[in-house]
């Protein structure tokens, strides 16, 4: 157990809908990042938040948003749903500023999502 | 543009010791990332480097040449459970974003 979770487990859902993914970090993490892991894209990183404030954007679309709130737990919004956005979404915290202690990242067990 | 290379796949045998490499051409160079998946799992984050130099960790060691571009994961007394995916990852200068290597699928024989 890593001690980032991630809520829902699975979501089903349908094409044009929006869902919300939620991630709680380890205690005292301060850095959350989202991946997106597809069978014939691999894993691909979406975006990184530190303290509440947006870090680094990756590959997101413009249908997908992020946040991290002053608990520090963050949420992914996917809106206008598509059917190739069906994928594992995985979320992953770490302590936060340089060096191999600050990037060590530990993953949630993730949220998998289909699209109708 | 942004590349990264890994083989595909990999086999060795149990107890040996096996060299994952990784080539990449990113716009600048932020860090590079090890990261372990095994099939349906989360992924666990390996190693770090960011200078040039072996970061050693356990029977896990990670290379890095920057101006090479090169990378590797040496994985010592193997192990079945080390049967996994192995993804390599570089953060680059523009927007610190990362950019993954397809994965190398190594299997561990007994």
């Known amino acids: 157990d890593s001690g980032v979770t991630q809520t829902p487990k699975h979501l089903i859902t349908a094409t044009g809908q929006r869902v919300t993914l939620r991630c709680s970090p380890r205690s005292g993490d301060l850095s959350v990042y989202w991946y997106q892991q597809s069978l014939d894209q691999g894993l691909q990183f979406l975006i990184q938040y530190y303290n509440g404030e947006e870090r680094a954007k990756g590959n997101i679309l413009e249908r997908f948003s992020a946040q991290q709130f002053p608990d520090l737990h963050s949420e992914l919004n996917l809106s206008s749903l598509e059917l190739g956005d069906s994928a594992l979404y995985f979320c992953a915290s770490s302590v936060g500023g340089q060096g191999m202690e600050g990037e060590t990242q530990y993953f949630g067990p993730g949220t998998r999502l289909l699209v109708l | 543009g942004q590349n990264i290379d890994q083989p595909t796949e990999m086999t060795a045998t149990e107890g040996a010791i096996v060299q994952i490499n990784c080539t990449y051409q990113?716009?600048?160079?932020?860090?590079l990332f090890w990261y372990q998946q095994h099939a349906g799992e989360a992924p666990t984050f390996l190693s770090y480097n960011v200078l040039d130099g072996l970061e050693e960790k356990g029977r896990f060691s990670s290379f890095l040449s920057r101006s090479k571009g090169y990378s590797y994961l040496l994985l010592k007394e193997l192990q079945m459970k080390d049967s996994a995916s192995y993804l390599c990852a570089v953060r680059d200068n523009y927007g610190q974003n990362f950019v993954f290597g397809p994965g190398t699928r190594l299997s561990v024989l007994p």
């Open positions: 990113t716009s600048g160079f932020n860090g």
